[in-house]
């Protein structure tokens, strides 16, 4: 019996704890010697996900000395070329794992481990987890020369904390590394949205823009509204700190009604595996469709998102007839600057005059089962759970065109779209692809797979899509240098790479006959070989480049040159 209680005396403890973790406060240094100033911060909405570190400029330059922020060992270095680019993680004994991405290069002991390996497995891109502890790296030590490789756009360092057995991701932030902010967020819209078809907003049965105005302190107040029944609420909002210019995001959001706290969300931790819900966090119709990115401060059926620190009624109201409501949404930044947004509702059961109607359409989507639809030579399968809710698809085929809907509804999985291609020659089957098509009717490559009379992918964007051919080969030129050149004073061998229509699927390089590491960096193009790298023993060499692109043409370039040792 008294197991029992205690069991769940223990129970109760350890959720209030999670609730409130204290993450050690002097643990952790700043990875860097200059102050922090952050081009990005934790939890921040991207495109697609959530920002899962601190962004920290480096002056606009590339190779700041990056430091090992506790004492730990080199646990995983994963090279690849977007994401993170060049990425070091290191475990400490305390239970957290310190990553640092976007490298130019790592200090000499891990660079020369890892070149060994790349010369090893033929690979530039690569992943290693190192065993036994073997790169060891002090508090303080400098691991790595602060980059832009990756999928990063000016020089920065990307900054994580995890924890190491769950993996889940926390805001640097809290562990007391310290950054300058005195300025408050800002709420720059607000939407109102009404969340059935009984509910309804200035006489509207549609998601509202209201206006906004400043009012004392830089505080703000909405238009006064009419509502009735189950509405919801979203703001956009961006934060700037210190001296960066840069449009940040915001650490926490509170939605009071009359006072009372309807619903919060704050950035503090998540798992990997929530990211795909930022879009039902936010707006993703207005996003896609008006480039602008609404938070709700409600929650949909189905997100599962853990950022929602507390949720009455899953953060809508419901506004009765003849009833006025003070609602008020403040946004605050991890300093504790605010920004406050008023929003006085008076309920009124009104006439609507304005209602959208769905388009009814053959292809109606059950969300809780699997969706198959065939029409033409496509067929397009959604497994269950697809969607977050159902619809009726438009689907449609136009001069070889397909519309798998429209982009602007957000997908929480991958779905299966397949041409029958049997009506195609040989010749063409060899050279098609799958492309998207953006507004603009610009095609891009995505991840065919070919059959003998089908091909398909596996995306998770609706849109238009087509079939489309490459028959050219990719281009290879030499990069600042020429054919039969002397280049003993050179330290470095470049080249330019290019396939303008399905794309670079890889590349290998040699020196007389032998594999060199050849870095790619897809943003400029160049494929980059350290001289440095080996000893030249007579002074004639052939160098020899192919290059594949994603339908499999190939491109063999050759040139000769000159070098003592
Ligand atoms: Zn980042």
Not at 217 to 232: F, R, S
Not at 491 to 501: G, V
Request: with cysteine; proline share 4%.
């Amino acid at each position: 019996m008294k197991k029992w209680i205690l069991i769940v005396v223990l129970t109760a403890t350890s959720l209030c704890f999670s609730q409130s973790k204290k993450y050690p406060t002097h643990y952790f240094r700043n990875p860097l010697d200059i102050p922090l100033v952050l081009s990005g911060t934790f939890g921040e909405l991207r495109s697609n996900h959530f920002h899962s570190g601190i962004d920290i400029k480096t002056q606009g330059v590339e190779g700041l000395k990056v430091r090992a922020s506790a004492d730990g060992y080199v646990a995983r270095i994963k090279i690849s070329h977007w994401g993170y680019g060049k990425a070091l993680y290191i475990k400490h004994p305390n239970g957290y794992t310190t990553v640092y991405a976007h490298l130019k290069k790592f200090n000499p002991q891990i660079e020369k481990y890892v070149k060994k390996q790349q010369y090893k497995k033929e690979s530039f891109e690569i992943q290693l987890f190192p065993k036994g502890k073997k790169l060891r790296v002090k508090k303080g030590e400098v691991i790595a020369y602060s980059g832009n490789t990756g999928g990063s756009f000016a020089p920065h360092l990307h900054f994580e904390i995890r924890d190491s057995k769950t993996e889940k991701i926390i805001n640097p932030l809290l562990f007391g590394i310290d950054i300058k902010d005195s300025k408050r967020p800002q709420i720059t819209a607000l939407v109102v949205y009404p969340l059935d078809e009984n509910a309804q907003v200035n006489q509207t049965n549609v998601p509202l823009q209201i206006p906004i105005r400043k009012r004392n302190e830089g505080n703000l107040v909405a238009d006064k509204i009419t509502a009735y029944g189950k509405i919801g609420l979203g703001i956009t909002s961006f934060d700037r700190l210190g001296k960066a210019w840069n449009k940040n995001g915001i650490y926490q959001l509170t939605q009071k009604v009359n006072g009372v706290v309807n619903h919060k969300f704050t950035s503090r931790t998540f798992a990997f595996n929530e990211t795909r819900y930022i879009n039902l966090l936010i707006d993703y119709n207005r996003f896609k469709g008006l480039k602008q990115r609404v938070q709700k401060t409600y929650i949909p059926p189905l997100n599962k998102l853990s950022m929602y620190t507390v949720t009455n009624n899953d953060g809508t109201i419901t506004v009765g007839d003849g009833t006025s409501y003070n609602v008020s949404v403040e946004v605050s930044d991890i300093k504790g600057n605010k920004t406050k947004l008023t929003i006085p509702i008076q309920g009124k059961k009104d006439t609507v005059l304005v209602r959208k109607e769905p388009k009814i359409t053959p292809y109606y989507a059950d969300y809780k089962v699997f969706n198959k639809f065939s029409l033409e030579n496509i067929t397009v399968a959604f497994p269950k759970y697809t969607f977050y809710k159902d619809y009726y698809l438009d689907l449609q085929v136009n001069d070889g065109i397909v519309k798998v809907h429209n982009e602007t509804v957000p997908l929480h999985k991958n779905y299966t779209l397949t041409f029958n291609t049997s009506h195609l020659s040989e010749k063409q089957k060899k050279y098609l692809y799958i492309a998207n098509l953006n507004n603009k009717g610009t095609k891009s490559y995505v991840k065919t797979v070919k059959k003998k009379n089908k091909c398909y992918t596996s995306t998770r964007y609706l849109g238009n899509y087509t079939l489309a051919y490459d028959s050219i080969p990719p281009e290879i030129t030499l990069y600042r240098s020429r054919n039969k050149q002397w280049m003993t004073k050179f330290s470095k061998l470049r080249l330019k790479i290019k396939d303008s229509i399905s794309g670079i699927k890889k590349y290998r390089g040699t020196i007389d006959g032998k594999w060199i590491l050849m870095e790619y960096d897809p943003k400029t193009t160049v494929l980059t070989y350290n001289f440095s790298d080996k000893k030249f023993k007579k002074t004639k060499h052939t160098l020899e480049v192919v290059v594949e692109d994603n339908v499999g043409n190939t491109k063999t370039f050759r040139s000769i040159f000159y070098r003592k040792k």
